[in-house]
């Protein structure tokens, strides 16, 4: 995947609705889902302030989407790889050290909202 392809989503990755509005479209989330996501509650005291950060934008981007159950597909941040991701774990060079990630963070926050 190019990091500079921006993809466009039809429907909602949280809730699957119908995206209307070319910022939705672009986000991958209606305004009330990237709400719900935004606010969701979730402990980030065991994240660097750089990985919080990172898994937002990683949301943001829409370059997190849910694969099945807990289960996410997730882009590097230099849109060369995509890892399988989930709460507990990812299988980026980090999470495979079992290290927490980012990609992990942005799975908790997803399934949190």
């Not at 989330?29 to 898994?55: E, M």
């Not at 981007?61 to 849109?79: H, W």
Request: include cysteine.
């Amino acid at each position: 995947m190019n990091a500079t392809t921006a993809h466009q989503h039809s429907n909602c990755l949280r809730c699957g609705r119908v995206l209307r509005t070319a910022k939705s479209q672009a986000l991958g989330y209606g305004p009330k889902c990237a709400a719900k996501v935004r606010n969701a509650p979730v402990d980030l005291t065991d994240y660097k302030p750089h990985q919080i950060a990172s898994a937002r934008e990683l949301i943001e981007d829409g370059a997190i989407v849910p694969l099945r159950g807990i289960v996410f597909l997730a882009v590097s941040t230099d849109g060369t790889e995509i890892h399988r991701t989930a709460p507990t774990g990812c299988n980026c060079k980090a999470g495979l050290k079992g290290s927490r990630c980012y990609h992990a963070l942005a799975a908790r926050l997803l399934l949190a909202a």
